[in-house]
């Protein structure tokens, strides 16, 4: 199958994870593109190819003769998209030969150069973009669009190659994506996520991570009535709120710097309710944070009386830096695997995390891959047609080197 139809074809899928959910995965419509993967893993010719109770599709490419003790690598990436933006019915528009001017999406919206300069480098480019009403999915399903071409051309190609598992997994934008995976019953050596942003970025750094929800218990009493007696729990949220530090948030943070981010809340009288995102890429930095949301908390107890305020955090995952430094030969390997295919290559921090971060903890050493996506989580996402492409080549390229 073309690349950019492949792409186009699991685009259309509905695939959208949902983090209110107790269920695994969080969204039954994932299992059928998962099913669709499977079928297709057949088609080309891999073995062991199995969904299992998680909704995770797993496939094998043998290796070739001789190679049989080489490394064995997994690829990875996640079929379902954000919860932030719908992924019903999307509609994506291919713009042959971009003119390097503003995209007009539809009537309302327009993705302006101005704001997005990046688009001024893919003049004469094939461009994939949305309707301007869903996000268009390339996160991730321009990863598993290119491992899934990337298995294609190492098989069709005859190159020697050692064992390769490709693994899809499900939930990976509401933070569990890995969670089911067996790293041992894998039998992976190493493994790379392609779930990233620009051709060329390699990411071995991640945030700590950590959801933390504040509960604030009021008294409500008839506002005429209220004077010495009436706790609002929404206002006492907002003063918590305020105490956190001003400047510490996505909006105002990038590179390595931390932060605490407010992305939902609801309150009346009587209760109201905060949660947070806590990142930081240094460890200590990260437990301060945490150690600080408590503590605040126990400030408005002071206030207001024990039992006004309740914190809880709950870690998400850790940074992988220290997990994959031991075994710097991935990143070297990714690296001359972009400069092969005449793409400057370097590392950046993740200011997020990966289904890498988990595998790695969990043994695997996992970094991760860009898909030469932009934009994700949006209805200003799009993805160069000749980014697939080319990421597909790196992946073959790089499957080999590990058999050289």
């Known amino acids: 199958m073309e690349l950019k139809d492949r792409f186009l074809k699991y685009v259309s899928f509905d695939t959208q994870s949902d983090e209110s959910s107790e269920t695994f995965p969080s969204t039954a419509k994932q299992r059928v593109l998962l099913d669709y993967l499977a079928e297709e893993m057949k088609a080309l010719g891999l073995t062991e190819v199995t969904v299992d109770k998680y909704g995770y599709a797993m496939g094998t490419i043998p290796a070739t003769p001789g190679c049989e003790k080489a490394p064995v690598i997994g690829f ?78 190492l098989m069709e190609s005859g190159r020697p190659h050692g064992k390769v598992k490709v693994i899809f997994t499900t939930d990976e934008e509401v933070g569990c994506g890995a969670e089911g995976i067996d790293v041992k019953a894998l039998g992976c050596d190493f493994g790379y996520t392609v779930d990233g942003g620009p051709i060329g970025e390699i990411e071995y750094e991640n945030f700590n991570a950590a959801s933390a929800v504040l509960t604030v218990h009021g008294v409500g009493v008839h506002p005429g009535e209220a004077k ?124 997020g995390g990966t289904d890498g971060a988990h595998l790695s903890w969990d043994g695997l050493p996992c970094p991760n891959l860009p898909t030469g996506g932009y934009n994700y989580h949006g209805v200003r996402e799009w993805i160069p047609a000749r980014s697939l492409d080319q990421i597909t080549d790196v992946l073959v390229d790089l499957v080999v080197s590990f058999a050289e």
């Open 76 to 153: 990875i990436a996640h079929v379902d998209t954000a919860p932030d933006m719908s992924g019903a019915d999307v509609k994506p528009h291919v713009i042959e030969n971009y003119d390097g001017k503003d995209i007009r999406l539809n009537a309302g919206v327009t993705m302006k150069v101005a704001d997005f300069p990046e688009l001024s480098f893919f003049k004469g480019h094939t461009l994939i973009h949305t309707d301007g009403t869903t996000l268009l999915g390339a996160d991730d399903k321009a990863g598993v669009a290119e491992i899934m071409s990337a298995v294609e051309r």
């Open 228 to 351: 010495d007696v009436m706790v609002n729990a929404a206002t006492v949220a907002i003063e918590f709120h305020d105490m956190l530090p001003k400047t510490e948030v996505p909006e105002n943070t990038c590179g390595y710097q931390g932060f605490f981010h407010l992305h939902d809340m609801q309150g009346s009288v009587t209760e109201a309710t905060l949660r947070y995102i806590i990142r930081d890429h240094d460890a200590k930095s990260f437990e301060a944070r945490k150690a600080l949301f408590f503590a605040l908390a126990s400030e408005i107890n002071r206030r207001y009386g024990e039992g006004t305020a309740v914190a809880t955090v709950k870690d998400s995952y850790y940074n992988m830096k220290e997990k994959i430094e031991p075994h710097i030969q991935l990143i070297h390997k990714a690296i001359a695997a972009f400069e092969k295919n005449g793409i400057p290559a370097r590392t950046v921090p993740i200011r």
